[in-house]
T-cell receptor, first 114, second 117 residues
Framework: KAGVTQTPRYLIKTRGQQVTLSCSPISGHRSVSWYQQTPGQGLQFLFEYFSETQRNKGNFPGRFSGRQFSNSRSEMNVSTLELGDSALYLC?????????????FGPGTRLTVT | GDSVTQMEGPVTLSEEAFLTINCTYTATGYPSLFWYVQYPGEGLQLLLKATKADDKGSNKGFEATYRKETTSFHLEKGSVQVSDSAVYFCALSAPSAGGTSYGKLTFGQGTILTVHP
């Protein structure tokens, strides 16, 4: 079974631009979560989608948004990019609706904002 | 809120040495606990998990026991290999307010492990 895929793997954007990242979950998984990884803040939860609905959201500004499609694929969007948005963005998918809620991660998208 | 604290690294060991990485947590309710490993340039891989008190998760020679009384989930391996060099993350999953979602993992800061031949 193919793992979680994320595209693109690397991205360079300029401050003020917007960016869209894509995540395809493992076949059969209906829940997708997004995380931001930086050296200073570590791994931080952005949001979770299940059946096209956002079920949980982390403490990020409204410039960070996401959505999920009927085939469970998910996108996240960052508008008005800031230098501090440079990070590895990780997507994770899960099959289960409740515990133990194992999440399987993709390789990430490395975003650099200049 | 929920939080996870890992021992500070980096940890440097010789091959075949014993490994312990400490992890303690704070959570409301009854979380599930995980260890993830991240190799350079890659995403996170689930290493092991435990869902209730005294559960022992194990995989690839690594073990961790869910200790509710000490709110701990320490990672151990009896004999490390050079290939174990990576960053290790302890994490918990607890229900959101309202109990509708377990989709948020709260991570520790990560521990860099380097194993020398």
């Amino acid at each position: 079974k193919a793992g979680v895929t994320q595209t693109p793997r690397y991205l360079i954007k300029t401050r003020g631009q917007q960016v869209t990242l894509s995540c395809s979950p493992i076949s059969g998984h209906r829940s997708v979560s997004w995380y931001q990884q930086t050296p200073g803040q570590g791994l931080q939860f952005l949001f979770e989608y299940f059946s096209e609905t956002q079920r949980n959201k982390g403490n990020f500004p409204g410039r960070f948004s996401g959505r999920q499609f009927s085939n469970s694929r998910s996108e996240m969007n960052v508008s008005t990019l800031e230098l501090g948005d440079s990070a590895l963005y990780l997507c994770a998918s899960s099959f289960y609706l409740d515990r133990p809620y194992e999440q399987y991660f993709g390789p990430g998208t490395r975003l650099t904002v200049t | 809120g929920d939080s996870v604290t890992q021992m500070e690294g980096p940890v440097t060991l010789s091959e075949e040495a014993f490994l312990t990485i400490n992890c303690t947590y704070t959570a409301t309710g009854y979380p599930s606990l995980f260890w993830y490993v991240q190799y350079p340039g890659e995403g996170l891989q689930l290493l092991l998990k435990a869902t209730k008190a005294d559960d022992k998760g194990s995989n690839k020679g690594f073990e961790a026991t869910y200790r509710k009384e000490t709110t701990s989930f320490h990672l151990e391996k009896g004999s490390v290999q050079v290939s174990d060099s990576a960053v290790y993350f302890c994490a918990l999953s607890a229900p959101s307010a309202g109990g509708t979602s377990y989709g948020k993992l709260t991570f520790g800061q990560g521990t860099i492990l380097t194993v020398h031949p």
